[in-house]
């Protein structure tokens, strides 16, 4: 199935010069939606995690249907202020600034093998920041698996050694 035929560009978003790979229209096609779901399992099954960490907010859509396909849980990580629980964060450059991420101080078990899914990587910035998120409360990322990679980017290099898959590329 062509999942690229499920994407749609939207041309200036969120601001001038972006070219935004929208979603949305993968998302209300089952079969498409199916599809992506299982590629994006396929990309860290074999790191056979013990969870699945799913970066904010269209990352909740496919980590979710990742981890309920591989049987695992499912670990939020989000932007600070979000979660009502005692927190670990993550600070993180930006382009223009910073951000952070947080995740609940209990979510992850000592050693528990953890897998990262993302609708896109970009930059790596934030996938890298949920590493080292997941890594300092003790757990071990065995892989990554995004949607889509923007490889013009080279997001991927910042995420090494890491196992990385995606399930769509764009050059």
Known sequence: MDLTAKIRDIPDFPKPGILFKDVTPLLADGPAFLEAVDRLAEGVARGRPEAIVAIESRGFIFGAAVATRLGVGMIPVRKPGKLPYRIRREAYSLEYGSDALEMHEDAIAPGAAVAIVDD???????????????EHAGGRVVGLSFLIELAFLRGRARLAPHPVSAVLCYD
Do not use: D
């Not at 896109?120 to 997941?134: D, F, K, N, P, S």
């Open 120 to 134: 896109v990587l970009a930059t790596g910035g934030t996938a890298a920041a949920t590493m080292r998120l997941v």
